[in-house]
């Protein structure tokens, strides 16, 4: 694997899960790490993992606010004087009024109905309880926060010169469209956005990728019933969750010199649980 000494990456959301991953095998390859997240303790805990953790920075930020976000490149540029890699990796699949319980406890009723042998009555369905609060909620996080630092990163590539690369944390659901209804549409609208950006900005030398998950064991997974976690882990052939190493895996290649003629492509990562 070529090295990444010399160079620094940001990763979003890396306080735990797939980001925190991320943060260990960027640093691991020879990164300085910038970790942001919703939590500095969360985000502070991830670099005290990594070794030197003085040569890396953790910072509180909300990736939906551009504000926060542009202050948060504030300070890495300041600390780092560039920036040659971003993860777009913070993402949550649920938010306030967003019909996400409605949803639950009528795939428990449905469920306990095919159980007892019955015809299911109980519809599963997320729309018609979701207020707009809801939707927009998770298109802030996953969409609209991922522009903002993509955008952050690339003034400051382009102001240096950089031949960076950004990788987006998409997710295997776009293709399935097994998952939270504003979650699914958010990360298929980060794929779109992963072909136009790379396109745009090929000409500086940027490369723009995604990653596409499928069940991996992080405390998001963990977050929704384990009725479902079991049926999405059946539905995969290699018969298990990924960890989250092994999507950071998947995160340092798109990283790297390695993949060096790679643009605007979806790296998927799920244990053959759906093919692009
Ligand atoms: N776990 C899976 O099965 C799976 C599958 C496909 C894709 N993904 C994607 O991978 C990414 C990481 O998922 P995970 O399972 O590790 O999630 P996780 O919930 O375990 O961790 C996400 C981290 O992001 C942070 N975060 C959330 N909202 C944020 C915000 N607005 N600003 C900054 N930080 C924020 C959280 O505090 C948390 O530390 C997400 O984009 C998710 O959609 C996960």
């Avoid at 998770?138 to 003034?155: E, H, I, K, P, S």
């Avoid at 079991?230 to 052939?237: D, G, I, N, R």
Wanted: with cysteine; hydrophobic share 45%; proline share 4%.
């Amino acid at each position: 694997m070529a090295s990444l000494t010399g160079k620094t990456a940001v990763v979003t959301g890396g306080g735990q899960g797939i980001g925190r991953a991320c943060a260990e095998a960027l640093a691991a390859a020879g990164a300085r790490v910038a970790v942001l997240d919703l939590s500095l303790d969360a985000a502070t805990a991830s670099i005290a993992r990594l070794a030197n953790p003085s040569t890396h920075l953790a910072l509180a930020c909300n990736v939906a606010d551009s504000q926060a976000v542009n202050a948060s490149f504030k300070a890495i540029d300041d600390a780092f004087g560039r920036v040659d890699i971003l993860v777009n990796n913070a993402g949550t699949g649920t938010g306030p009024n967003d019909g996400t319980a409605e949803m639950y406890e009528r795939m428990a009723q449905r469920n306990a109905q095919l159980a007892r042998g019955e015809t299911p009555t109980v519809h599963v369905e997320q729309a018609v309880f979701m207020e707009d609060e809801g939707w927009r909620s998770v298109l802030a996080v996953n969409l609209d926060g991922a522009f903002y630092c993509a955008r952050a990163a690339l003034r400051l590539m382009a102001r240096d010169g950089i031949a960076g690369s950004i990788i987006n944390m998409a997710s295997s659901a776009v293709q399935t469209g097994e998952g939270p209804l504003h979650y699914v549409t958010s990360k298929a609208a980060l794929i779109g956005m992963t072909r136009a950006l790379a396109r745009e900005v090929a000409s500086r030398g940027i490369r723009v990728n995604a990653v596409a998950p499928g069940p991996t064991d992080t405390p998001l997974m963990r977050s929704i019933p384990d009725e479902w976690i079991t049926s999405l882990a059946k539905a995969v052939p290699l018969g298990r969750l990924a960890r989250p190493e092994e999507i950071a895996a998947s995160v340092l290649y798109l990283a790297s010199a390695d993949s060096s003629f790679i643009t605007g492509s979806v790296l998927v990562n799920n244990g053959g649980a759906c093919f692009f």
